[in-house]
């Protein structure tokens, strides 16, 4: 952390933190903040920080009076400039919790370079008060070296990427930030135009349309640090504006795309943390990753796997599997290990919970050295119960879960209890990063409600070839040439190989139930770029947000973001959003609705 460059002499000759023993008997000058005052009768300690950390001043009464009074009127974050001498600490006050803990200045010239209000709270590393205090005070907030040290982090990932980016031979370009609706499907924010009145722009919410168009242009390889807005709902991971690693290539086909992506992690990942992975990272269908985990994020860490038990569950006498085979549903089924510890009541909330996750309900067994426990047990013959024990891998000791229902739900509704159970039972994690690359996703998702198809992930994303003739007949078995990266059950990355053929493009949309017409107004000026030669290609978004998160292992993107916004999409800091003045509003001839609710 402490490569500071020449510093700028003020007249500082070192950084706080970076000071060492080798120092002693050297006259330094160093300035920062006051981080706290201790007064031991005649002698009194200052606590000198920086972002590279504390140091300790001493004053000394008997050696220097008139200094010791100015040392006297210190307060917390005044910020100070000193000049002194290094000298090693006595053995006994050695601290060994920092780094600059074996010695201490001994003060001969002090000025006060500004003087500081007491802080809403105390700047220290594991501070402990609420999070919008913090983002109230962010610019305090950020003094803590901690702090620091997550933008330091950042800002170093973010130079490999480019670095390792320039080297692939990516140009990094900047897209529009007032333009029109990308195709993300959230809510857009929009910016009213003075100019023409009525009329709108919509901040980007991914520079997708953009970087196909850039394709268009023989850029060939393109990249941007790309600022995306999206208003929707925002869960504790998520952010009105967020940071993308963009990019895009041309003549590429899947393993191109993910071949950068793993480089760029392999690269960051050493630089930055000394660590090795391996290359290239496993993948896994979607069809395997719900099958086996019930999600398409599934979190490899955790050592529980879902069955499909649906021939041997059709053999029972309960009228609830076999109806749900009937439909043509089937009967998932996962081992809890240790499960048999959880009360009748946990076992009911789990039921509860997984009709809220959208199952009719959870059927269970309970496993134990006395044989079988279950409100079940009695329509399932011996036999079959000891080849639901083989299957699922059971022992005693565990509680068994099972769904009856489609496939999608069976397989979500387990998912979640996959996920839910893990610290109720102490299921120990495996260690490591298990980045994984889910592919062949499905192209589209039958919308009911509209009685339409819906894209998985965005219109313009190709169908893997083989899957094409499906679109006549089977629209929803076929396959996309999509890939999401998933570490660790968070999805870090997502893109896909796009459609650059206009037949097929238009074959896309009448399944979207996009009109010509609609489809002009919406995207025409990228389908008329794509009249004029556009070559095949095809990119990702990687989320920096959450990269820089998992670098710096911590639990939430706003630890990682300089002035992230809360919950309700507010900036407890400025203020924002706030209203604007009449004037503004009429020249933009926009009226405010009175709030009838
Ligand atoms: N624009 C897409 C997104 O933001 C990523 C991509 O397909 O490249 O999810």
């Not at 009709?355 to 011996?382: C, H, Y």
């Not at 074959?507 to 010509?516: A, Q, V």
């Not at 507010?570 to 020249?587: K, N, R």
Request: aromatic share 8%; charged share 30%; with cysteine.
């Amino acid at each position: 952390m402490q490569e500071g460059g020449r510093l700028m002499r003020y007249p500082r000759t070192h950084w706080c933190g970076e000071l060492r023993k080798k120092d002693a008997g050297n006259k330094v000058n160093l300035a920062g903040w006051v981080q706290r005052k201790r007064d031991h009768g005649g002698l009194i300690f200052i606590d000198l920080r920086d972002r590279t950390g504390i140091i300790q001043l001493v004053s000394d009464q008997e050696k220097h009076a008139s200094l010791f009074q100015q040392v006297d009127k210190l307060r917390n974050e005044y910020v100070i400039s000193v000049t002194g001498e290094v000298s090693p600490r006595s053995e006994d006050t050695v601290n060994p919790q920092i780094g600059t803990g074996e010695i201490e200045i001994l003060i001969d010239d002090l000025e006060v370079l500004s003087i500081s209000e007491t802080p809403p709270f105390y700047l220290e590393d594991q501070v402990r008060v609420d999070e919008n205090l913090r983002l109230r005070y962010r610019y305090l907030d950020l003094r803590r070296p901690e702090m620091f040290h997550k933008m330091w982090t950042r800002h170093k990932a973010v130079k490999l990427v480019r670095d390792f980016l320039d080297r692939e031979g990516f140009l990094e370009i900047e897209t529009p930030m007032l333009t029109r609706s990308t195709p993300e499907g959230a809510r857009d924010y929009l910016v009213p135009s003075r100019h023409n009145p009525g009329g709108f722009y919509a901040l980007p919410q991914s520079p997708q349309l953009f970087k196909q168009l850039l394709m268009v242009s023989g850029i060939d390889r393109y990249f941007q640090l790309a600022r995306c807005f999206r208003d929707e709902d925002l869960r504790a991971d998520r952010q009105p504006e967020f940071t993308q690693i963009d990019l895009e290539m041309s003549f590429v086909d899947q393993d191109g795309v993910c071949s950068v992506i793993e480089g760029m992690l392999v690269y960051v990942w050493e630089n930055l943390l000394g660590e090795k992975l391996k290359m290239p990272f496993p993948r896994m269908s979607y069809q395997e990753a719900m099958n086996r985990y019930g999600s398409d994020k599934p979190d490899l860490r955790i050592p529980l796997e879902i069955k499909d038990i649906s021939h041997l569950a059709g053999e029972s006498q309960f009228k609830v599997f076999q109806k749900a085979l009937e439909k043509g549903g089937v009967i998932k089924g996962m081992r809890l290990p240790g499960g048999a510890s959880l009360t009748r009541r946990e076992i009911d909330e789990l039921t509860e919970r997984s009709r809220e996750w959208g199952a009719q309900g959870l059927a269970w067994m309970v496993l134990s050295e006395n044989g079988w426990k279950s409100p079940i047990t009695k329509f399932f013959d011996q036999e079959l119960l000891n080849k639901i024990k083989e299957e699922l891998n059971a022992e005693n000791g565990d509680l068994l879960v099972f769904v009856a229902d489609s496939w999608q739900v069976a397989c979500e509704v387990l998912g979640q209890v996959r996920l839910h159970v893990v610290d109720r039972l102490e299921i120990e994690l495996q260690e490591g990063s298990f980045f994984t690359w889910i592919v062949d996703f499905p192209l589209l998702e039958f919308n009911p409600e509209e009685q339409r198809y819906d894209p998985k992930h965005n219109p313009f994303t190709s169908p893997v070839e083989e899957d094409i003739p499906l679109l006549k007949e089977e629209p929803e078995a076929a396959r996309s040439k999509h890939y999401d990266l998933v570490l660790n059950g968070v999805e870090i990355a997502g893109g896909s190989i796009r459609i650059h053929q206009r037949e097929l493009q238009e074959e896309i949309f009448s399944l979207l139930r996009i009109s010509p017409g609609e489809a002009r107004q919406k995207f025409g000026f990228l389908l008329e770029a794509f009249e004029y030669g556009p070559p095949p290609h095809g990119g990702i978004a990687f989320g920096l947000d959450r990269l820089i998160m998992i670098l710096t292992g911590d639990k939430s993107i706003r630890e990682v973001i300089p002035f992230p916004k809360t919950a309700s999409a507010t900036c407890l800091m400025t203020g924002a959003p706030s209203e604007v003045d009449q004037a503004q509003l009429h020249e933009l001839k926009i009226k405010i609705e009175e709030d009838k609710s």
